[in-house]
């Protein structure tokens, strides 16, 4: 079989439980659900980070953060380290990035990774503005926007797409589409603000014990003063967020659609998940943090559809899957062989047996150390309170692990206490069980596979090996010296 092309459409901060398919009954998302019906939907995939860059960062190297430092928003992936777009790119690919997502490679990895990249649709205009007054900035909100023609980044992006879509090019190919909704501010044009019935949203998930959460989140609600909230804001915000959702299904329906005018439906895999989740009023909060581990944030709605390459159809596998597993599977698909150690492990068996054994455990990671603190960001208005938090007292955003597995959710952190929530019956993670002694066992086991996961991951030999006493060409020391000596 000739080698398939690839549409790896990747959103910023969409929650698994915001898609039909993943069982939302209020964002409509047909295009999303469409493409679950003729592939897999995987239930139980995590992501390696709760923030952008570095999840992004390890779903293309296959390798967690903490690997090579890839844990900040400005330490992106180098030209030295493989990742999954130039990999393929150097194994005969054509790649093309549609639109200018510049939060993941450092300078001249673009490049070096991608045939073309940014826009041949222009935007007109970004996604900042005014905020309404009073507690709506704190909640990133803007709500309704006007349609009047104006092309944010995202809808280039999307335009951009269908346009290189109308001449692909006769080699194999990948598009790579990395967009930013449904990332805040929450703010979505006509049709799809009013597409929500605000009074059909359900409230969000309430804090649990204040006592036994850590501590960012009481923090965030008293500096974001989100105690002032009430239901019927939370339920706006929601509801704005479902219409962002729609109008990216709708989005993305439109590159589907440019992919079977192109006649390559049957011959395409197309990979459709997000970098991490949002709190959505959740717990009390908003938007993200760099250490939250709850599930709104690390459960991602993974989809890979190939309807014509034999790679399953209406098929949902409950096995725990990671975000660096993306990787070897489209090396998989591609015929391509990694050139690279990596921690990835191929999904292709779970796409022709969905229920095929995979993994035990779901990892994800985040944070700092407080001797990171200068490192972390220095955010303006409207994330400038998060991140004066931030530096005003690192711990608040210290070190954590999360271990998953079918049953239970362990949290490590470095300067609290730990967590530790019996799944099926708190599928929120408000109820931390940590230091019961009736589940002293479960959480012994949880932590030990932590650690045993960070022994094994903490770094990788590099593929070249160097010669042991390499020849050196430099003068012996004291060469010099004699030179100058006079002779008899």
């Not at 935007?123 to 309704?144: A, C, H, I, K, Q």
């Not at 959702?245 to 589907?256: A, F, I, K, T, Y």
């Not at 109820?431 to 960070?454: F, I, K, P, T, Y």
């Amino acid at each position: 079989m000739s080698r398939p092309n690839f549409v790896i459409f990747v959103p910023d901060q969409l929650r698994a439980d915001a898609v039909g398919a993943f069982g939302n009954p209020h964002a409509r998302t047909p295009h999303m659900d469409a493409l679950a019906a003729h592939g897999t939907r995987f239930t139980q995939a995590y992501v390696q980070h709760p923030v952008c860059s570095p999840s992004r960062a390890s779903f293309l190297t296959g390798l967690y953060p903490h690997t090579a430092g890839h844990r900040t928003l400005t330490h992106l992936l180098k030209e030295h380290e493989p990742n999954l777009l130039r990999i393929l790119k150097d194994a005969g690919y054509h790649v093309t990035w549609a639109g200018a997502r510049g939060d993941t490679f450092a300078p001249g990895v673009t490049e070096a990774s991608v045939h073309e990249y940014g826009f041949s649709v222009a935007p007109t205009v970004g996604f900042g503005g005014e905020y309404p007054d009073g507690v709506w900035s704190r909640l990133f909100y803007r709500g309704l926007v006007p349609d009047d023609g104006r092309v944010d980044p995202d809808e280039a992006a999307v335009r951009t797409a269908e346009e290189w879509l109308c001449e692909p090019p006769s080699a194999p190919w990948v598009l790579f589409v990395p967009l930013v909704a449904p990332h805040c501010p929450f703010q979505v044009p006509e049709p799809w603000y009013s597409q929500t019935d605000r009074a059909t949203v359900p409230d969000p998930a309430p804090p649990g014990d204040p006592a036994r959460e850590p501590r960012f989140m009481a923090a965030l609600r008293e500096r974001h003063e989100l105690g002032e909230v009430t239901a019927e804001q939370w339920r706006e915000v929601a509801a704005t967020y479902y219409g962002m959702v729609s109008r990216l299904d709708d989005h993305l329906g439109r590159v589907l659609a440019a992919v079977d005018g192109a006649g390559a439906t049957d011959s395409t895999v197309t990979l459709f998940f997000a970098d991490h989740g949002e709190y959505l009023g959740d717990h009390g909060l908003i938007e993200k943090w760099p250490s939250a581990m709850h599930d709104c944030i690390t459960r991602d709605p993974l989809i890979i559809s190939g309807p014509g390459l034999g790679l399953g159809r209406d098929e949902v596998c409950e096995e725990m899957v990671e975000l660096v597993d993306i990787l070897p599977t489209v090396l998989e698909i591609a015929g391509v062989e990694a050139p690279h150690s990596h921690f990835g492990r191929s999904l292709v068996p779970l796409l022709k047996n969905p229920s095929a054994p995979h993994r035990e455990f779901a990892f994800t990671e985040g944070g700092f150390t407080v001797a990171e603190e200068p490192r972390m960001e220095n955010a303006a208005f409207p994330y400038d309170r998060k991140s004066a938090l931030q530096h005003a007292d690192p711990t608040l955003a210290g070190k954590a692990v999360a271990v998953r597995d079918q049953q239970w959710t362990y949290v490590w952190r470095l300067y609290e206490e730990p967590e530790l929530y019996a799944r099926g019956e708190d599928p929120h993670e408000r109820v931390n069980l940590a230091g019961r002694s009736e589940h002293a066992a479960v959480q012994q086991r949880m932590h030990d596979a932590m650690l045993r996961w960070l022994v094994e991951t903490a770094d990788v030999i590099p593929a070249d090996a160097d010669p042991r006493l390499p020849a050196v060409d430099l003068p012996v020391p004291g060469a010099a010296a004699r030179r100058d000596v006079p002779q008899p």
